[in-house]
């Protein structure tokens, strides 16, 4: 994939140069994160409506913040500080299925649940920073929890694309059984649905999507990015299609637009930062609708 990388670069460039696309396009590292927006768009809002829907946006933000654990894990076992997904998805998915397992074993509720696990692994995370301080700058953490688009690599990139090829794979055909079993499990399991196992295979693809995103997004906004797109669409859907599209829209669009409007106009704006900016105006836009307009007010997903 890498060589299809170049091409696109290189033919972006090329016309940029002509004056064809703006001058950002002439630099590679744009362009790296634009292709990455325009993966990570559409799977943040089509997944984030079944995180809304089932109230797990708590969730994505733990396996977020798990994920610093797994990092300095990394680090200690001799893991590039630089590229440490082994560590990251592993420690994550252990991380995830322990916590679901333990849900479904116990009466706790799942704010409770998510709130002890993310307390332990922080306090495992901030001992282990100890010795990990002794081997690299501490500041490369930074890029775990806030992310940095532009400074993707190929390596980043081929990382979300098999992220999502498995995602999609799994999730399309999935996805109204997902929500079913999500919504009315009772119904669901009169239906020969395996409530439980869609369960563990959403809360596997929150956990792959939420790790690959990170790079790209960061820990502390990667739950904005799945929560408020959503959030936007279900103030003007009146279905569930329609729900899941503007999503999908909403999400694509805050993810270009964080990337470009920054670089157009010089702002000293940080990539997820400004990602997460435009996804809360578009927020702010979609209520306003839903408050002014008649046709939105009985709006419902």
Same mark, same amino acid.
């Given at each position: 994939?890498?060589?299809?990388?170049?091409?696109?670069?290189?033919?972006?460039?090329?016309?940029?140069?002509?004056?064809?696309?703006?001058?950002?396009?002439?630099?590679?590292?744009?362009?790296?994160?634009?292709?990455?927006?325009?993966?990570?768009?559409?799977?943040?809002?089509?997944?984030?409506?079944?995180?809304?829907?089932?109230?797990?946006?708590?969730?994505?933000?733990?396996?977020?913040?798990?994920?610093?654990?797994?990092?300095?894990?990394?680090?200690?076992?001799?893991?590039?500080?630089?590229?440490?997904?082994?560590?990251?998805?592993?420690?994550?998915?252990?991380?995830?299925?322990?916590?679901?397992?333990?849900?479904?074993? $116990?009466?706790?509720?799942?704010?409770? &649940?998510? @709130?002890?696990? /993310?307390? #332990? %692994?922080?306090?495992?995370?901030?001992? =282990? *920073?100890?010795?990990?301080?002794?081997?690299?700058? $501490?500041?490369?953490?930074?890029?775990? &929890?806030? @992310?940095?688009? /532009?400074? #993707? %690599?190929?390596?980043?990139?081929?990382? =979300? *694309?098999?992220?999502?090829?498995?995602?999609?794979? $799994?999730?399309?055909?999935?996805?109204?059984?997902?929500?079913?079993?999500?919504?009315?499990?009772?119904?669901?399991?009169?239906?020969?649905?395996?409530?439980?196992?869609?369960?563990?295979?959403?809360?596997?693809?929150?956990?792959?999507?939420?790790?690959?995103?990170?790079?790209?997004?960061?820990?502390?906004?990667?739950?904005?990015?799945?929560?408020?797109?959503?959030?936007?669409?279900?103030?003007?859907?009146?279905?569930?299609?329609?729900?899941?599209?503007?999503?999908?829209?909403?999400?694509?669009?805050?993810?270009?637009?964080?990337?470009?409007?920054?670089?157009?106009?010089?702002?000293?704006?940080?990539?997820?930062?400004?990602?997460?900016?435009?996804?809360?105006?578009?927020?702010?836009?979609?209520?306003?609708?839903?408050?002014?307009?008649?046709?939105?007010?009985?709006?419902?997903?």
């Amino acid at each position: 994939m890498n060589s299809f990388y170049e091409w696109v670069r290189t033919s972006l460039q090329g016309l940029a140069q002509e004056g064809v696309l703006p001058v950002a396009f002439e630099y590679g590292f744009v362009i790296n994160a634009l292709l990455c927006a325009l993966l990570i768009g559409p799977l943040l809002g089509g997944i984030g409506t079944m995180v809304v829907a089932k109230r797990m946006a708590f969730f994505s933000q733990s396996i977020g913040n798990a994920a610093m654990t797994g990092v300095a894990i990394g680090i200690l076992l001799g893991e590039s500080y630089t590229e440490p997904y082994i560590s990251m998805f592993s420690f994550c998915i252990l991380f995830a299925l322990l916590l679901n397992y333990t849900k479904s074993r $116990t009466q706790l509720s799942s704010d409770t &649940l998510i @709130g002890v696990f /993310l307390s #332990v %692994s922080l306090a495992i995370g901030a001992s =282990l *920073l100890l010795f990990v301080s002794a081997r690299v700058n $501490t500041h490369i953490l930074e890029a775990v &929890l806030f @992310g940095s688009v /532009l400074t #993707v %690599s190929d390596t980043d990139m081929n990382v =979300l *694309l098999v992220v999502a090829i498995i995602v999609l794979g $799994t999730g399309v055909p999935l996805f109204n059984r997902m929500l079913l079993a999500s919504l009315n499990p009772s119904l669901a399991r009169a239906r020969k649905i395996p409530v439980e196992l869609m369960e563990y295979v959403f809360v596997l693809m929150i956990t792959l999507l939420t790790v690959a995103c990170l790079k790209i997004v960061g820990a502390v906004l990667v739950e904005a990015l799945l929560l408020i797109p959503a959030a936007a669409a279900r103030n003007i859907s009146s279905s569930l299609r329609g729900f899941v599209f503007y999503s999908m829209i909403f999400s694509t669009i805050s993810c270009i637009a964080g990337v470009l409007i920054p670089m157009q106009w010089n702002l000293p704006l940080p990539s997820g930062g400004a990602i997460i900016m435009v996804a809360a105006c578009l927020f702010l836009i979609t209520t306003i609708i839903r408050a002014t307009v008649p046709a939105f007010r009985e709006a419902r997903a």
